[in-house]
């Protein structure tokens, strides 16, 4: 069942104009030539507000129920909320931006992240927060959205580099997030950090609408309601007893049944979209090998390339006095972590030209083994203090080799008319990576917490850090499935 969108749509396979679109600059005439060279600046721009949205609240949570007088429970949905809607909405989004224009869902998802700014500056209810990090996970869609733009504006020579530095523009938002917003907070009223990205959101939105071209690539068709519901109703089931699994117990009958009518819906939802004719999904495309092991790669990477901010994060504030710990406060930890966001925007570049010489399997199991040895060394106990930032430096340079060239593989293996929706399904993996390591990570450390919680034992970081070192094992492994160089070929609409 479906429902056609009140919007002028389009034959599918076919662009919304006479002239064929096709990448390279040829979809983006409604562009002025002197403002084309700003499309990928204005796309970086909002790709990296949308990932500090996306962390900017991990540093305020210790003092959200002291600033909202809401319990921890309530208040870890501040983070719970924005994770969840942004993994329901990056598929929907990517799907709309095929169907009725990028731009349009660009500007939508910007409008989004605005307004939750705005209602997060402007109180302290604890349900208005919710909802406002709630509009706020919609920026999720933004990245997937916006690699499909270049792909049709760039020149083709200048597609897979562009593409490269966006995705990696992931970890430097997430980095430079947390130290922003500990800076804030240290030295001022807290409201102040969302009135600061609020004036940002609305001048990425106003330049967005300036500078990004209407899309001619358009399948038209009609919109998959019945199948985004159900998606939509899977993520939720799946997502919320992980993160909200070591405050319920993990063997609770809430955690258990929400499980396991997440099996029964992704189960149902896979029929509804393989019988469908315009699946929100293409499951027959997300099967094939060149998709699906860049899939597998990035629900792994997501899980490890959060852990590096997530774990090391409190063991660098936590006390040496009782468990592991470096006695610093949230603004220097969170200076630590610049050294992620330093790697992420060098070896950019790097991912970029070692594909184009070698290929992305290649980028990929060189990411892998960047991230092993920077798990490694952070599994050490009683490290000096550079050696842990050297570490997060290293398995920072593993996440952004293997972020960039994620999309690459995608770039060669989906028609163009369904590269958002595919890159849209790419950052969801991502994210649901992420959702995973927070739960898994909280259980670990929970597990190790000393006798009156006065810290966390050595073995408990120990512990999660080779959880991550596990999943880059795995990630280079997979690497073997992915598509040589020689098998990249451009696909035909």
């Not at 349009?104 to 992240?113: C, E, G, K, Y």
């Not at 010489?357 to 960047?370: C, E, L, Q, S």
């Not at 259980?443 to 009156?452: E, I, K, P």
């Not at 073995?459 to 499935?481: K, R, T």
Request: include cysteine.
């Amino acid at each position: 069942m479906s429902i056609s969108l009140p919007l002028r749509l389009h034959v599918p396979g076919r662009s919304s104009s006479s002239a064929p679109a096709h990448p390279g600059g040829r979809a983006a005439e409604k562009t002025p030539r002197d403002l084309r060279h700003l499309v990928f600046p204005v796309l970086a721009v909002g790709a990296v507000f949308q990932a500090i949205m996306q962390t900017v609240m991990v540093p305020l949570l210790p003092s959200m129920p002291e600033f909202t007088g809401a319990g921890p429970t309530a208040v870890s949905w501040l983070v719970t909320s924005t994770l969840l809607v942004g993994a329901v909405m990056t598929p929907i989004f990517g799907r709309l931006a095929d169907m009725i224009g990028k731009k349009r869902m660009l500007l939508i998802a910007f409008s989004l992240m605005t307004l939750g700014s705005i209602v997060c500056a402007s109180t302290s209810d604890i349900g208005l927060l919710i909802l406002a990090r709630g509009l706020q996970g919609a920026g999720a869609a933004v990245l997937p959205i916006g690699m499909a733009v270049l792909r049709e504006v760039l020149p083709r020579d200048r597609v897979d580099r562009s593409i490269a530095v966006l995705s990696s523009t992931l970890g430097i938002g997430t980095a430079i997030g947390i130290p922003f917003a500990a800076a804030i907070v240290q030295f001022a009223d807290w409201h102040l950090l969302f009135w600061i990205t609020a004036a940002i959101g609305a001048g990425v939105a106003l330049a967005a609408w300036f500078v990004i071209p209407e899309s001619r690539t358009r399948t038209g068709g009609r919109f998959d309601t019945v199948g985004a519901a159900g998606l939509s109703a899977a993520l939720v089931c799946l997502l919320v007893p992980i993160t909200q699994g070591s405050t319920w117990g993990w063997t609770s009958p809430a955690v258990l049944l929400t499980f396991a009518a997440s099996v029964v819906l992704f189960a149902l939802w896979g029929v509804q979209q393989l019988r469908n004719r315009n699946p929100l999904v293409d499951l027959r495309v997300s099967v094939r090998r060149s998709v699906l092991a860049p899939h597998l790669s990035a629900l792994l990477v997501g899980f490890a390339f959060y852990g590096n901010t997530l774990i090391t994060t409190q063991l660098l504030q936590a006390s040496s006095e009782h468990g592991a710990g470096y006695d610093l406060t949230i603004l220097q930890a969170a200076a630590c972590q610049l050294a992620a966001s330093v790697a992420m925007m060098i070896f950019a570049i790097v991912a970029s030209r070692i594909t184009e010489r070698f290929g992305p399997k290649v980028t990929i199991m060189t990411g892998a083994v960047f991230l092993l040895a920077g798990y490694c060394v952070h599994a050490v106990p009683a490290k000096p203090l550079w050696i842990v930032v050297a570490a997060i430096f290293v398995a920072a340079i593993g996440t952004s080799l293997v972020y960039c060239t994620l999309p690459v593989l995608l770039l060669g293996a989906v028609p163009l008319s369904q590269n958002a929706a595919a890159n849209g399904v790419n950052v969801l993996l991502r994210t649901v990576g992420s959702t995973v390591c927070s739960a898994v990570v909280a259980s670990v450390l929970a597990a190790h917490t000393l006798g009156g919680g006065l810290g966390i034992g050595t073995a408990g970081f120990v512990m999660a850090y080779l959880v991550c070192a596990g999943c880059a094992v795995i990630v280079f492994v997979s690497g073997f499935a992915l598509p040589s160089r020689q098998a990249m070929r451009p696909v035909a609409e």
